[in-house]
């Protein structure tokens, strides 16, 4: 990889993400937390991005479990754990259906180093996930009824600063590079029938889904995530209920 390609890349990301800074006028609350110095780690508080409108997550069965089970590791282990969702939306709406949970594999999760989020290691160790993304694309296209296929990143948060429930400005960056890594998915079925999402778990037990716009280039949350269970009833997960802190605290 050529260092000047790499440079303009990440200039790009950060160009996107004070663009939607900007948009929701909140870059001024955003450089207070810069101030603080943490960098890549300054905390950007979930309180001041926008509602997806009629946002609604539901886990399948499996999901929902996996997802407890990061929650768990999450507050045990207090080690930042990748993982990755696929699904897809009811028809064309803002309600996405999660069926199909991927994480490390257990001799790998004994790698994890304190600050580790890999995603690529979740790729590289489930060589099925791409092939059943692009799957997915191709049957909702011949379905044809307007649901578009979901990927979720996902990555846990410890409880290790006072900010830890809340999304970095790296997370936002990675958000808006995981979306153009998907391009060639997108691109095979020729059409925009393919998006993403962040997913951060909180040790507090929030689950956080980010969609990030690239088209108004703009982030939104879902604040409604439910999961079924194995007898078929559904229970709410907490989402965005942690309380950032002002900056300098
Ligand atoms: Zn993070």
Redesign the pocket.
């Known amino acids: 990889m050529r260092n000047g390609e790499f440079a303009r890349r990440e200039d790009s990301y950060e160009a996107k993400l004070r663009m939607a800074f900007e948009n929701n006028d909140i870059s001024d609350l955003v450089a207070r937390y810069e101030e603080m110095g943490y960098g890549g780690m300054t905390p950007i508080p979930h309180e001041i991005i926008n509602e997806m409108p009629n946002g609604r997550i539901l886990l399948g069965n499996n999901c929902a479990e996996y997802l407890k089970m990061m929650i768990e590791v999450t507050q045990q282990r207090r080690v930042e754990v990748p993982f990755i969702m696929i699904g897809e939306t009811v028809y064309d709406t803002n309600k996405v259906l999660f069926d199909d949970f991927y994480t490390i594999k257990g001799d790998s999760a004994s790698r994890l180093e304190e600050t580790a ?1 890999d995603i690529q290691t979740v790729l590289d160790e489930h060589k099925d996930l791409e092939p059943n993304f692009t799957g997915r694309i191709r049957a909702l296209q011949k379905r044809n009824d307007g649901s578009r296929a979901i990927i979720c990143f996902g ?1 846990t ?1 410890p409880n290790r600063s006072s900010y830890y429930g809340t ?2 400005k790296d ?1 936002f960056k990675n958000i808006i590079q995981y979306d153009d890594s998907i391009e060639r998915a997108r691109s095979s079925v020729g059409d925009d029938r393919a998006q993403t999402l962040g997913c ?1 778990v909180a040790a507090n037990g929030d689950v956080d889904f980010m969609f990030y716009d690239r088209t108004a280039i703009n982030f939104y949350k879902f604040t409604s995530v439910a999961g079924r269970k194995s007898d078929g009833r559904v229970e709410r997960f907490e989402s965005y209920s942690f309380r950032t802190p002002m900056p300098g605290r």
Do not use: Q, T
């Open positions: 989020c990555h948060h999304y970095s997370d951060m």
